[in-house]
């Protein structure tokens, strides 16, 4: 073989040994990029939780997100199902810790939730979750379309759930949405950022539930998350 056949055929032979990488690599990078089916789209990491409320430990290594909307009946039903299993086993363990934002999808009655459960948590950040309880179960069991959410009725829930409350400033805050807008518009923003489309939207750090409702995948989410911070 002459020494011009010899360089033309390493020479090819170096090619396919290169497009061999490159195809190897980009397989590699397409398998870690695949997401389980359970979730769609991930962030690199949740929301900041300073100035949102929380429930359980501040310390706890997994954060849980709820984008959820007083409003809206699936909310009502995932907190009356899924979060007191969430609370058992996880966030009175210590080992999570929820955060719920508000997401405004259902109107004027959204935003009024919103800003008496923004007002209550500004003024006593402990009364915060009873009162978050006390508007869920005030929402009809049917016809959720009839307007329910008034500011009698988050002043009498208040009343019920707590003396921490300064029951005036309430009412100003229901009354003058421009007191507490700039706590709304950061969940609004946050909304945004995170592509919520639809409530409730549950995160496990960075990491959005096709089926909020599926807690056997929730579990596997936390407990991957966990078993990869203990091992750190
Ligand atoms: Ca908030």
Same mark, same amino acid.
């Given at each position: 073989?002459?020494?011009? #056949?010899? !360089?033309?055929?390493?020479?090819?032979?170096?090619?396919?040994?290169?497009? +061999?990488?490159?195809?190897?690599?980009?397989?590699? *990078?397409? !398998?870690?990029?695949?997401?389980?089916?359970?979730?769609?789209? &991930?962030? %690199? &990491?949740?929301?900041?939780?300073?100035? /949102?409320?929380?429930?359980?430990?501040?310390?706890?290594?997994?954060?849980?997100? =709820?984008?959820?909307?007083?409003?809206?009946?699936?909310?009502?039903?995932? *907190?009356? /199902?899924?979060?007191?299993?969430?609370? $058992? $086993?996880? !966030?009175?363990?210590?080992?999570?810790?929820?955060?719920?934002? *508000?997401?405004?999808?259902?109107?004027?009655? &959204?935003?009024?939730? &919103?800003?008496?459960?923004?007002?209550?948590? @500004? /003024?006593?950040? =402990?009364?915060?979750?009873?009162?978050? #309880?006390? !508007?869920?179960? +005030? /929402?009809?069991?049917?016809?959720?379309?009839?307007?329910?959410?008034?500011?009698?009725?988050?002043?009498?829930?208040? $009343?019920?759930?707590?003396?921490?409350? *300064?029951?005036?400033?309430?009412?100003? %805050?229901? %009354?003058?949405?421009?007191?507490?807008?700039?706590?709304?518009?950061?969940?609004? @923003?946050?909304?945004?950022?995170?592509?919520?489309? #639809?409530?409730?939207?549950?995160?496990?750090?960075?990491?959005?539930?096709?089926?909020?409702?599926?807690?056997?995948?929730? #579990?596997?989410?936390?407990?991957?998350?966990?078993?990869?911070?203990?091992? $750190?």
């Amino acid at each position: 073989m002459n020494k011009s #056949k010899r !360089i033309g055929r390493n020479l090819v032979l170096y090619t396919l040994i290169v497009v +061999a990488l490159v195809l190897l690599l980009a397989l590699v *990078n397409h !398998i870690g990029q695949e997401e389980p089916s359970e979730t769609s789209g &991930s962030f %690199d &990491s949740g929301p900041l939780t300073e100035n /949102q409320p929380l429930i359980g430990n501040p310390d706890a290594p997994v954060t849980v997100y =709820e984008f959820g909307d007083f409003k809206c009946p699936a909310c009502k039903v995932w *907190n009356d /199902q899924l979060f007191p299993l969430l609370m $058992e $086993e996880y !966030i009175d363990t210590g080992k999570v810790n929820l955060v719920f934002i *508000n997401t405004l999808f259902h109107g004027e009655e &959204s935003l009024l939730a &919103s800003l008496a459960a923004e007002s209550v948590f @500004a /003024q006593s950040p =402990e009364s915060y979750w009873d009162f978050h #309880k006390a !508007i869920y179960n +005030a /929402q009809p069991e049917t016809d959720h379309d009839s307007a329910w959410v008034t500011p009698e009725l988050m002043i009498e829930l208040a $009343e019920n759930t707590s003396d921490g409350i *300064n029951l005036e400033r309430l009412k100003r %805050d229901i %009354d003058d949405p421009t007191a507490l807008s700039s706590q709304i518009e950061v969940d609004n @923003a946050l909304v945004t950022e995170f592509k919520v489309e #639809k409530t409730p939207t549950i995160m496990v750090e960075g990491i959005p539930m096709t089926d909020p409702f599926d807690y056997e995948t929730l #579990k596997v989410l936390i407990d991957t998350r966990l078993g990869a911070e203990s091992d $750190e």
